[in-house]
């Protein structure tokens, strides 16, 4: 489940004039704006579950395994237990968002202070910190994720630290990688000479430059970890007291034949919020990179 | 396989098309033989011999083949074919001779001689003797498998090669000891390469030698193991089947795809979610049958910690329990397949089986008031906050965890709910005692001693020993009835014993039997024979055959 | 001289193993309860003489520390411990479901690279038509679907509805004749959960190809054989394939370690006899031997692959000199 590694682009001659403003760059992908409105339906979704299901997702309030369509009551129909499922889909959204958003920051925290003070400091802190980012990322991420919730419990801040432990590696190196190329730079160079503060440096000069790609990055880590806690719950280590998009799944596995609605819905739930952001994610990449061009 | 009358063209056709039976067009053949029968899979003709059967249950592959201390359900299922026990259980709730052709009380029920079948030898040809039958006792059940229900047991001892006599310190139930003898962990394994050595750790235990109809083959491991024939086992003609395959699935979906493509042919315990149940037997490819479980009746529990505040109160134990639908329990949680359970003796087992007990029906407002009376009122949204622990072992388990917290919370109950893993449970509920109520299981036997009875015993109380008094429930009241449940030999008198501790049981209510879940098999249309025993998942399986 | 190479690389790789192995016994001894908690509590083992005698057997009695260097120790002599669940030692317990595991990691990550490679030529050489949108569009969807959920589907799909393939398992039981025959039921079996997890990774693979050819085809040589007068289909087979190749090199070393973590969970929901299920089994039962026996193994197996690419690479393309 690694983020794809390279969006590779290359320089091309145009024949069209180019677009000036970062936006406007974005809209031209047809692909990301899609993937930008889905993305925003389901955080408007998450924002006014609480107003549009007011009573506990989790709550039984039917018969259970009606299907979908059947009574207007329950449009998603009900689950195993006979919780509705509309409810369950509005507020894990929330949960679902919350997890991706909450583990790709942690990621993005972490990731972001190893590179760049490995990229920064040289030397052996730089192969220390480097062969610290290998083993996590020589260990299977899914074990290790199992692994962290079983000893912490299942419950949803284990996953998402889980998570978010799993994360940060590429962020890590990507970040490095774009700190190096900056720190020989020029402006960089008059920086030092003229004697600011490293910090002062870092945060001002290098970060506001190095960031993107690491936001663009920050947003597949956001969709892999909308897939993890899907698989941890289908694996039934789930937090019982949330209702997320995972678990739902986790829930409807056994009832796959008869009522398999129940994992159709969330999976495809899952499966839009993790190509919208994928597609946002390559949006703002192509939308970041002026100079290069996908096609 | 040939079309039985009432089969339909489609029904016919699909068959076919699957390919995974015989070729058909079988005209010839009487329509009689093939009759559609009243019991799925009684005995239908003449047995018909060969054949290879692959079975399953509703779990996972064991650890080890033979666990001498027990281990659960699925070492149950793979060692009892290759080891044998003394007595068998039927399907009407006889006790037939296996290895022991009789076993006969002294007059003071103080000693039991057993007579053992003759001509018996194990797998690697030395004869059965009573040797083997005095190891096992002493070595294997007193310390090991059976220390409680042979707790009185003083020696065992041969007086020639085929008789065994056991002697007590106390009288002993004759119906009692014949239910430990055909027991779930009274195997016998052979002396002659168990003595001397760690019978818990011997490598022996992953091919285990026996004198059972099946003779250990090959096991691969994650997937399946392989019995052979024994062509020697001491009843001639059996087993039936050539071949005999103990076959895992990971998810009970495949398992019930299985069935339908024919790759499955038997499968006990629950192996598909009852709601496939119907669809599967539509298929015209498999039955289901519900007997042969008297002997292990299943159920969910909920257990009150009585090392903890509040819920050690009997009257909140019983507020509670009125906040409980069991009915919606059964028909939604377990789909229809079972029944409320009103004592911690069921209805199926028709020797103690009670309904003159104290009864808890779900009235939330009645809940309410009795916690009120309690001097527990509402304050600030709610009474008082309860760690409820759910042991996920069984999905089931975590939707009751789930239920019970909203019943709960609807009478102003906080319930912090925690839903966690086998080891975890194992650790929680059993061995640190980290909980408030459980969710829990057991299976009981219809002898309920002590079995069920450990539940509510002093001396039941074990730490980090599963499946006991976890509770921590001690009443002098209790144990001596108990006691007395032990050694009163007159069967009316044990009845009327047996009604008493369902009574006190359901009046002091420390751990709550809530369900009575039914067990069913799923098999193919042509297994034949398979639901004998009253615990068919320790079925020898040597009489089982397959229909052409 | 690349045997030189190789070695610096793994004795480069030593403290990295080193390190896997103190963080996931770091981890385990974390968890609450351990195996020997489970084992007594299911045997109902209450006698303490017994239950001290079985924590010395299993060397649970000494510090955590002494317990971390004795297993280091052990490992570096290949010897994984014992598991009392499997009663096997763990080596054996490992290596009896390894090729099972390696079958379907080879043949996910064979369709992955094959789908994958095949989409992203068509949208490269379609580029900018409705192929390509249509091929983008597949690839991504692949990489959103989780793998478990995909595999639900298509054992409803394909074994169920249509009977084409069986439900799980990698063999059918009982099955005799010879070599070929047993092959062909294993690749029978084979088929869906290697579909299902190879096409997850197989939309990366989309990516890069798709990338990798138009970065390619720009390039002047490119050009020189255009203008040589070859015809489009020559120059793509001879010039731009062999080198849009080598970013599918890269990225498959790269994602041993994650195809084996995708490999547990569509074990599960195919009832693979792999590792991935012994590894969850291991897991939930605090089983740690095992666990960290196949987590130190499966490093390994990726710090390999790493070093194998890396050579590959230095192979493929001579403009890298091996570092």
């Known amino acids: 489940m690694s983020a794809s590694p390279t969006l590779a682009t290359l320089p091309v001659a145009r024949a069209t004039p180019r677009p000036a403003s970062f936006a406007a760059r974005f809209v031209r992908n047809r692909g990301a704006v899609a993937g930008a409105v889905v993305l925003l339906l389901i955080a408007l979704l998450a924002a006014s579950a609480g107003w549009l299901y007011p009573t506990n997702p989790l709550r039984i309030v039917g018969a259970p395994e009606i299907w979908p369509f059947e009574s207007w009551r329950y449009p998603l129909g009900t689950d195993s237990m006979g919780r509705d499922i509309a409810a369950l889909i509005a507020h894990g959204a929330r949960a679902t968002l919350l997890i991706g958003l909450v583990a790709a920051a942690a990621a993005t925290v972490i990731g972001v202070s190893i590179g760049a003070a490995a990229a920064w400091s040289g030397g052996w802190i730089d192969e220390v910190l480097m062969r610290v980012t290998e083993l996590f990322q020589i260990i299977p991420n899914v074990v290790f994720v199992l692994t962290v919730v079983s000893v912490l419990g299942p419950h949803i801040e284990a996953i998402t630290l889980a998570v978010g432990l799993v994360s940060w590696p590429p962020i890590a190196r990507l970040t490095r990688a774009e700190f190096l190329s900056f720190k020989e730079r020029e402006f960089v160079q008059a920086s030092r000479a003229v004697g600011m503060s490293p910090l002062r440096i870092v945060a001002a000069e290098i970060l506001p430059n190095a960031l993107p790609p690491v936001i663009v990055m920050s947003s597949l880590v956001v969709a892999g970890a909308i897939l993890y806690e899907s698989v941890v719950s289908f694996l039934g280590l789930g937090d019982p007291n949330i209702a997320s998009w995972?678990?739902?799944?986790?829930?409807?596995?056994?009832?796959?034949?008869?009522?398999?609605?129940?994992?159709?819905?969330?999976?495809?739930?899952?499966?839009?919020?993790?190509?919208?952001?994928?597609?946002?994610?390559?949006?703002?990449?192509?939308?970041?990179?002026?100079?290069?061009?996908?096609? | 396989m040939t079309q039985a009358p009432r089969l339909g063209r489609r029904a016919f056709l699909t068959r076919t098309a699957a390919g995974s039976l015989a070729a058909t067009g079988l005209g010839a053949l009487p329509q009689a033989l093939y009759a559609a029968t009243a019991q799925p899979g009684a005995d239908a003709g003449p047995a018909r011999k060969g054949g290879t059967l692959v079975a399953t249950w509703g779990?996972?592959?064991?650890?080890?083949?033979?666990?001498?201390?027990?281990g659960g359900s699925s070492p149950f299922q793979t060692s009892t074919k290759i080891l044998e026990r003394l007595l068998k259980l039927d399907a009407d709730l006889k006790f037939q001779p296996a290895l022991a052709l009789s076993v006969t009380p002294a007059a003071d029920f103080r000693s039991y001689t057993i007579k053992l079948r003759e001509g018996v030898t194990w797998h690697d040809g030395a004869p059965f003797t009573s040797a083997d039958v005095v190891y096992n006792v002493l070595q294997h059940w007193k310390p090991i498998s059976a220390g409680i229900a042979l707790k009185s047991l003083t020696d065992a001892t041969a007086p020639d090669a085929q008789t065994v006599v056991l002697t007590f310190n106390a009288p002993v139930p004759e119906f009692f000891l014949k239910s430990t003898l055909s027991g779930q962990y009274q195997?016998?394994?052979?002396?002659?390469?168990?003595?001397?050595?760690?019978l818990i750790t011997n490598p022996l235990n992953n091919t285990p030698v026996g004198t059972g109809p099946w003779k250990y083959g090959k096991w691969v491991r994650g997937s399946h193991v392989?019995?052979?024939?024994?062509?020697?086992?001491?009843?001639?003609?059996?087993?039936?089947?050539?071949?005999?395959?103990i076959r895992w699935w990971s998810d009970p979906a495949s398992r019930g795809a299985a069935l339908e493509t024919g790759e499955l042919g038997l499968a006990y315990s629950n192996p598909v979610p009852a709601r496939d149940i119907d669809r599967l037997v539509k298929t015209g490819k498999v039955v289901v049958d519900t007997r042969g479980y008297q002997n292990t009746a299943w159920t969910v529990t909920a257990e009150f910690n009585q090392r903890r505040d509040i819920v050690n109160r009997r009257e909140v134990r019983q507020a509670i329990l009125h906040a409980i639908d069991r009915q919606f329990i059964v028909d939604t949680i377990y789909y229809g397949r079972g029944k409320p359970a009103i004592a911690p003796i069921f209805s199926s087992n028709p020797l103690f089986f009670t309904e003159d007990v104290p009864r808890y029906p779900f009235d939330p407002k009645k809940a309410a008031s009795l916690l009120d009376a309690a001097g527990l009122p509402v304050k600030d949204g709610k009474r008082f906050t309860v760690n409820l622990v759910a042991a996920a072992w069984f999905e089931e388990n975590a939707k009751l965890g789930q239920y019970l917290k909203q019943a709960l919370?609807?009478?102003?109950?906080?319930?912090?709910?925690?839903?966690?893993?086998?080891?975890?449970?194992?650790?929680?509920?059993?061995?640190?005692?980290?909980?408030?109520?459980?969710?829990?299981?057991f299976t009981s036997p219809l002898e309920l001693v002590p079995t069920v009875t450990q539940f509510f015993t002093t001396d039941g109380i074990v730490k980090g020993a599963a499946f006991r008094n976890a509770t921590g429930y001690s009443s002098p009241e209790m144990d001596a009835l108990v006691g007395k449940l032990a050694v009163e030999t007159a069967p009316d008198a044990r009845k009327a014993l047996a009604a008493q501790f369902a009574r006190l049981a359901s009046t002091d209510v420390p751990i709550v039997p809530l369900v009575e879940i039914q067990s069913f098999t799923l098999a193919g249309k042509n297994v034949r024979n398979f639901t004998t025993g009253a615990n068919v998942q320790g079925e020898t399986l040597a009489d089982v055959w397959l229909q052409a | 001289m690349p045997l030189r190479l190789i070695l610096r690389r793994l004795l480069q790789a030593v403290p990295l193993l080193l390190g896997v192995v103190v963080l996931n016994f770091a981890l385990i001894q974390s968890v609450p309860g351990t195996f020997l908690d489970v084992m007594t509590a299911e045997q109902q083992v209450t006698d303490p003489a017994l239950i001290e005698r079985l924590r010395v057997t299993y060397g649970l009695d000494q510090p955590p520390t002494v317990q971390l260097l004795k297993y280091i120790g052990s490992v570096a002599s290949l010897d994984f411990g014992y598991s009392y669940r499997h009663n096997l030692p763990v080596l054996d317990v490992i290596l009896a479901h390894l090729p099972a595991t390696l079958v379907l990691m080879l043949a996910s990550i064979a369709i992955a690279v094959l789908v994958g490679m095949a989409a992203g030529i068509v949208s490269a050489i379609k580029v900018n038509t409705w192929w390509d949108s249509a091929v983008s569009a597949f690839a991504v969807l692949c990489f959103a679907a989780p793998s478990f959920w995909l595999g639900i589907m298509l054992i409803i799909l394909f074994s169920v509805k249509l009977g084409w393939f069986p439900v799980g398992g990698m063999v059918t039981i009982g099955l005799d004749g010879g070599l070929w025959r047993q092959a062909l039921d294993v690749l029978h079996h084979l088929a869906l959960p290697a579909i299902a997890l190879g096409l997850f990774y197989s939309a990366a693979y989309a990516r890069v190809m798709r990338a990798s050819m138009l970065e390619v085809s720009r390039m002047d040589y490119v050009r020189t054989a255009y203008a040589k007068g070859l015809t489009r289909t020559a120059v793509v087979l001879r010039h731009i394939l062999r080198n849009a190749v080598l970013p599918i090199v890269t990225l498959l070393g790269l994602q041993l370690g994650s195809v084996l973590g995708g490999s547990i969970v569509v074990e599960a929901v195919f009832s693979w006899p792999g590792i991935g299920g012994v590894l969850f089994d291991s897991v939930m039962s605090r089983n740690y031997p095992v666990v960290l026996g196949i987590l130190v193994l499966s490093s390994f197996v990726v710090v390999l692959a790493n070093i194998v690419v890396d050579l590959l690479y230095t192979r493929m393309d001579p403009r890298i000199k091996a570092v």
């Not at chain 2, 019995?227 to 009843?235: A, F, H, P, T, V």
């Open chain 1, 246 to 295: 995972g678990r739902l799944v986790g829930e409807g596995r056994s009832l796959i034949r008869s009522s398999w609605y129940i994992c159709a819905v969330p999976g495809v739930a899952i499966m839009l919020a993790v190509l919208s952001l994928n597609l946002v994610g390559d949006g703002l990449n192509d939308a970041l990179n002026p100079k290069l061009q996908k096609r």
């Open chain 2, 59 to 70: 779990g996972l592959e064991p650890q080890a083949l033979f666990v001498p201390g027990g």
């Open chain 2, 187 to 198: 195997l016998l394994v052979p002396k002659h390469l168990y003595d001397g050595k760690d």
């Open chain 2, 226 to 245: 392989e019995y052979q024939r024994n062509d020697k086992y001491w009843n001639p003609g059996e087993p039936n089947l050539d071949k005999l395959v």
């Open chain 2, 409 to 441: 919370e609807d009478v102003g109950i906080a319930v912090k709910l925690d839903s966690v893993d086998r080891a975890t449970a194992l650790k929680r509920i059993y061995g640190d005692y980290d909980y408030d109520i459980a969710v829990s299981n």
